[in-house]
């Protein structure tokens, strides 16, 4: 009875946990108006014949913070990677100058800034979404426990609940953050 409350709570905290990491890897993808490399990371280059991550047969650096170099380990890759790149449809203009692919990142405009900071919202919200699904299946899982006590299903929704504002809160605070780093000019 109580392994199965334990195993209740971790598996809601695990759940929780998930939804924070989603919600990281899709605010990531999210540009900010500086260049990253995690900008390509869905570039898949024809390597051989086969589908390779653009990462795998290149170095993709970001000298300042409008430039995005992508350096390939095979000089006669360049065009399949400059080709991958326009493929990918990222609105990005790669240029090729015989030793690598450079490619200008361009400026946010406000409009832009503000449809980026639209979709951060949306993603945290789906977070949100995510956890209190989570707080809604350990309360139905509590509520099945025939061997707990009143004052035990009380106590576990009462944390279950402490657990779900935390991680609420900590949503708020990645959006906020993102969002600032978006509409910084």
Same mark, same amino acid.
């Given at each position: 009875?109580?392994?199965?409350?334990?195993?209740?709570?971790?598996?809601?905290?695990?759940?929780?946990?998930?939804?924070?990491?989603?919600?990281?890897?899709?605010?990531?993808?999210?540009?900010?108006?500086?260049?990253?490399?995690?900008?390509?990371?869905?570039?898949?280059?024809?390597?051989?014949?086969?589908?390779?991550?653009?990462?795998?047969?290149?170095?993709?650096?970001?000298?300042?913070?409008?430039?995005?170099? &992508?350096?390939?380990?095979?000089?006669?890759?360049?065009?399949?990677?400059?080709?991958?790149?326009?493929?990918?449809?990222?609105?990005?203009?790669?240029?090729?100058?015989?030793?690598? &692919?450079?490619?200008?990142?361009?400026?946010?405009?406000?409009?832009?800034?503000?449809?980026?900071?639209?979709?951060?919202?949306?993603?945290?919200?789906?977070?949100?979404?995510?956890?209190?699904?989570?707080?809604?299946?350990?309360?139905?899982?509590?509520?099945?426990?025939?061997?707990?006590?009143?004052?035990?299903?009380?106590?576990?929704?009462?944390?279950?609940?402490?657990?779900?504002?935390?991680?609420?809160?900590?949503?708020?605070?990645?959006?906020?953050?993102?969002?600032?780093?978006?509409?910084? &000019?």
């Amino acid at each position: 009875m109580i392994e199965d409350l334990q195993f209740v709570l971790d598996a809601t905290k695990e759940a929780m946990d998930s939804a924070i990491t989603h919600l990281e890897r899709e605010l990531t993808n999210i540009r900010a108006g500086k260049a990253s490399p995690s900008m390509l990371g869905s570039v898949m280059v024809d390597y051989y014949g086969s589908q390779t991550p653009l990462n795998q047969v290149s170095n993709v650096n970001t000298p300042d913070g409008r430039t995005i170099t &992508v350096q390939p380990w095979e000089k006669s890759m360049l065009q399949e990677i400059e080709r991958a790149i326009m493929a990918a449809n990222l609105g990005f203009n790669p240029m090729n100058n015989g030793e690598s &692919v450079i490619i200008n990142v361009p400026a946010l405009t406000e409009e832009r800034r503000r449809e980026l900071s639209k979709q951060a919202k949306s993603e945290s919200e789906d977070a949100k979404v995510g956890v209190r699904n989570a707080r809604k299946e350990a309360n139905n899982e509590i509520k099945k426990m025939e061997d707990l006590s009143e004052d035990r299903i009380a106590n576990a929704e009462i944390d279950i609940q402490d657990m779900t504002d935390r991680y609420i809160n900590k949503i708020d605070d990645m959006f906020h953050l993102k969002e600032k780093e978006i509409m910084t &000019v």
